[in-house]
C-alpha cells in the first residue's frame, strides 16, 4: 500500500472517492445475512433466494467442485452443495462472487476477465485450504473471501479510469514495466490503494481492508493480520507454478517476513509445502475456465 501518497495519487484518490456511482453491497448478499440471522439452517430459503442468479449458481458449484475446495464428493445441485458445503460457507462464497461481480465494468482491450477471474478463484480456494492446513482453520473462510477479493482494486481501476487504464497496459505490454510501478506512474496510487478503500467504505471488517491494501508487502502492514500472510503466499504460488497466473502481478517479490509468522521453520520448509500444491492448482484451472 502507498503510504506516502503523493500530490497525484491524492488527486486520484479525491477522483475516486467523490464518484457519485461507487458499487453498493450487493442485494443478494444482504439478504443472505438477514436470512442467516433469523432463519438460520433453512437450506431450502438459502437456496431460493442464490438461485435467481443464475451465474452466482454457477460460480457457486465451480468452487464447490474445485480440487482446492476438497469436497468429498461432485456437486451437480446448488441445494446439495449448500448441505455440503454448510451455511457460513456459502454465505462466505456468495459474499465474494458478487462483490467481485459488482465492480465488474464493461470489457477492456488487454484486461482478460477469465485470467482475472480463474487467479481470483486459485487465489480465494488456495488461501482457505492453506490456513486449514497451517493450523489456522477459525479464519478459512475470511481468507476465502480475501483472496477471492485481493486484486479488486485492478477492476474498480479499469472501470472508473479506462483511459489511466489503458495507458498502464502499454507501459506494462509496450515498455515491459512491471504493473504496480505502471500504476504509480499514471494515477499516483495502486489497487492496493483503491481496494481499501473500496472496502473501508462498504463497512467491511478492517482485517479484509488490510488484506487488500497490504497484499503485495504484508511486511510494511504494522500489525498482526496472518489472513493477509496467506493470502500473500497464495499469490505468490500462482506465479510460482504459472497457474492462475495475473499480468498485473509481474515484477512483485516474495516477503519472506512471513515465513516465521505461518510457523515455518525455514524457507525450505516452506518450499516443500508449496510443491504439494502444484497438481492441485492445475487441476484447479481447468475446473475454474467457465
Known sequence: MNTNISEQGQKTLDEFKNLKNLPTIPKVVLEVNEMLRNHSGDIVRLT???AKDQGLTTKILAIANSPLYGLPRKVSSLEFGIMLLGMGEVSNIVTALSLAQVVKGDAIDGFDYMEFWTHSMIVGSASKDIAKRLGFAEIAG????????????????????????????????????????????????????????MI????????????????????????????????????????????????????????????????????????????????????????MRL
Open 48 to 50: 431460493e433466494i442464490v
Open 142 to 197: 475470511d481468507a476465502f473471501v480475501a483472496g477471492m477479493l485481493h486484486d479488486v482494486g485492478v477492476q474498480l481501476e479499469a472501470r472508473y479510469f479506462p483511459e489511466q487504464f489503458k495507458q498502464i497496459l502499454a507501459l506494462v505490454e509496450e515498455d515491459k514495466m512491471p504493473f504496480y510501478q505502471a500504476e504509480l506512474q499514471v494515477l499516483g496510487v495502486t489497487h492496493e490503494d483503491i481496494g481499501h478503500y
Open 200 to 287: 473501508t467504505k462498504w463497512n467491511l471488517p478492517a482485517n479484509l481492508a488490510e488484506v487488500l491494501g497490504y497484499h503485495h508487502s504484508p511486511s510494511e502492514f504494522d500489525g498482526v493480520n496472518t489472513t493477509l500472510d496467506i493470502v500473500h503466499l497464495a499469490d505468490a504460488m500462482t506465479k510460482l507454478f504459472d497457474i492462475g497466473t495475473f499480468a498485473w502481478d509481474t515484477g512483485g517479490e516474495f516477503d519472506e517476513s512471513i515465513i516465521p509468522k505461518l510457523n515455518f521453520n525455514d524457507k525450505a520448509e516452506m518450499d516443500e509445502f508449496i510443491e504439494e500444491y502444484f497438481e492441485v492448482f492445475q487441476d484447479t484451472a481447468s475446473e
